[in-house]
């Protein structure tokens, strides 16, 4: 399983870094990928990272905003997303990937940017 | 990646047979067999339920089975249960992943 940190409250401007632990198998042999969803919204694809080489991809709308990293000792993922604004108000997701589809996904957390 | 397009809402009753629609283009859906299916109850995450067009993970149950026909892809669910009501998102995954607009699936 993947279990995420809580959520958090950011005021804009500001930055969050949300981590997602992996539990249960070999954490290096699967990328992880982030998604973010909107109240309401459909599910928004973020970004990927290979857990084994550390090597990762970004969706256009988050290049140089998103960061993914992982830290493989610890069994665990990072997203930091920098500049918040409002919209960026969402659950963040992080889930593992299974051929082409994600079948493990963290609890979620919730990102409130607000001043 | 363009959004892919799905209709807002399907209801059936009890037992019933329902199909959702997820319709792409030439350059995703219709050229790669890497649509995904997710379930998705109110405040829980998302849960997958076909990957690949028509691959069912171990767990989810035979009712549900995915295809393909061009550019849209379709997931049926065959004896519709209470519980099977919640949200539906399609994915493609080609160069990056895009989902659909989401259907909410009413049992009657």
């Known amino acids: 399983q993947l279990v995420q940190s809580g959520a958090e409250v950011k005021k804009p401007g500001a930055s969050v870094k949300v981590s997602c632990k992996a539990f249960?198998?070999?954490?290096?042999?699967?990328?992880i990928h982030w998604v973010r969803q909107a109240p309401g919204q459909r599910p928004e694809w973020m970004g990927w990272?290979?857990?084994?080489?550390?090597?990762?991809k970004y969706s256009q709308k988050f290049q140089g905003r998103a960061t993914i990293t992982r830290d493989t000792s610890a069994s665990t993922a990072f997203m930091q997303l920098s500049s918040l604004r409002s919209e960026d108000t969402a659950v963040y997701y992080c889930?593992?990937?299974?051929?082409?589809?994600?079948?493990?996904w963290g609890q979620g957390t919730l990102v409130t940017v607000s001043s | 990646q363009s959004a892919l397009t799905q209709p807002a809402s399907v209801s059936g009753s009890p037992g019933q047979s329902i199909t959702i629609s997820c319709t792409g283009t030439s350059s995703d859906v219709g050229d790669y067999n890497y649509v995904s299916w997710y379930q998705q109850h109110p405040g829980k995450a998302p849960k997958l339920m076909i990957y690949?067009?028509?691959n069912r993970p171990s767990g989810v149950s035979a009712r549900f089975s995915g295809s393909k026909s061009g550019n849209t892809a379709s997931l049926t669910i065959s004896g519709l249960q209470a519980e099977d009501e919640a949200d539906y998102y399609c994915?493609?995954?080609?160069?990056?992943?895009?989902f659909g607009g989401g259907t909410k699936l009413t049992v009657l």
């Open positions: 990272i290979s857990a084994g080489t550390g090597n990762t």
């Open positions: 994915s493609s995954y080609t160069t990056s992943v895009v």
């Open positions: 889930a593992r990937s299974y051929h082409y589809g994600f079948d493990y």
């Open positions: 249960g198998y070999t954490f290096t042999t699967f990328v």
């Open positions: 690949d067009v028509s």
